[in-house]
């Protein structure tokens, strides 16, 4: 079993539509959880960046933890064709070690 | 802020020759930096913590002689695949933890490898 789960998709989406993509892992242990964009052959953008349980929202963004089930989420509201992309989680429990999903790639049909 | 370059983009070499990637911070300090390897259409794998001054902590399985890092600043990192073989062939991405932040990693642009 890998430590994080995460649908590879692909995801397609009508314009405007609400995103829900989602992770979950089997180490207790992590405590920061990460969303990162990535586009084809580049680098990941840290999107979003969460400590422990709850929801942290940054504009069209909201991140949700919930460490009792172990799954996180990553919601992304009115969803534009610039957001087709590859959506990453990461997972670390505080040693700097990141541990990353398979990422879901997402596509945003105008 | 926070960004974090990589060069060269992108680098075609033959088999048997080195490549030095280089992993720069350019508007923080970086007393961690890491270096990854990405498939086509797989998720980032970690091969190697580099840690300014010292030497680098490398993942299992992957080949410290193969992989030469070397952190001499705190604001640039290198990846050396020496002698280069096909198999080697991969996108490598580093990133940057900002010295004194929680746990933080900004990550480059990545660097194609492509060894004929």
């Known amino acids: 079993q890998k430590e994080v789960e995460q649908d590879p998709g692909p995801l397609s989406v009508p314009e405007g539509a609400i995103v829900s993509l989602n992770c979950t892992y089997s180490n207790s242990a992590f405590q920061y959880f990460m969303w990162y964009r990535q586009y084809s052959r580049k680098g990941p953008e840290l999107l979003m960046y969460?400590?422990?349980?709850g929801n942290k929202e940054d504009g069209r963004f909201t991140a949700q933890v919930d460490k009792s089930s172990k799954y996180i989420s990553l919601f992304i509201r009115d969803s534009q064709p610039s957001d087709s992309a590859t959506y990453l989680c990461a997972m670390s429990a505080g040693t700097y070690k990141y541990i990353f999903g398979t990422g879901t790639r997402l596509k945003v049909l105008a | 802020g926070a960004v974090v370059s990589q060069h060269p983009s992108r680098v075609i070499c033959k088999s048997g020759t080195s490549v030095k990637i280089e992993c720069r911070s350019l508007?923080?300090?970086?007393?961690?930096m890491f270096w990854y390897r990405q498939f086509p259409k797989q998720s980032l794998m970690l091969m190697a913590t580099s840690n300014e001054g010292s030497k680098a902590t490398y993942e299992q399985g992957v080949e410290k002689d193969k992989f030469l890092i070397n952190h001499a600043s705190l604001t640039l990192s290198t990846l050396t695949v020496t002698s280069a073989h096909p198999e080697d062939s991969s996108f490598y991405i580093c990133?940057?933890?900002?010295?004194?932040?929680?746990?933080?990693?900004?990550f480059g642009p990545g660097t194609r490898l492509t060894v004929l």
């Open positions: 969460t400590y422990s349980s």
């Open positions: 508007d923080f300090q970086a007393t961690t």
């Open positions: 990133s940057a933890r900002p010295s004194g932040s929680t746990d933080t990693q900004y």
